[in-house]
């Protein structure tokens, strides 16, 4: 049949915590003043406004996009992981020493 499912679970939960990071960094970053008034130009100040408020639109987008990615992607090694224990159970002998996802070492690029 096809090729053996495998996954990096550490490379996901790695990656599961960097986007965690990147949406906490951006929710610290304060909203960009409205300095437009103080342009000296009335289209340099239409655009300093439309930055403004779009920039804090996309930015509360952008860290809610973040974290729904982190959760999905710890939900995916919680997943894997549970699959690989049930499946390593199936197996004769309670598949003792047969279980690699939850060491970290799926994904590796080695088959059985």
Request: hydrophobic share 45%; net charge negative; charged share 20%.
């Amino acid at each position: 049949m096809g090729d053996h499912l495998t996954a990096n679970l550490a490379g996901i939960t790695q990656v599961s915590g960097s986007l965690r990071i990147l949406g906490n960094e951006f929710a610290a970053i304060t909203r960009v003043a409205d300095v437009g008034r103080a342009a000296g130009s009335a289209e340099l100040a239409a655009a300093l406004t439309d930055f403004a408020s779009g920039w804090s639109v996309k930015r509360d987008a952008l860290i809610g996009e973040l974290r729904e990615m982190s959760s999905l992607a710890a939900q995916a090694v919680a997943e894997y992981t549970r699959t690989d224990e049930t499946l390593a159970r199936a197996l004769p002998g309670d598949g003792a020493g047969t279980s690699r996802a939850s060491t970290g070492a799926a994904g590796s690029g080695t088959r059985p």
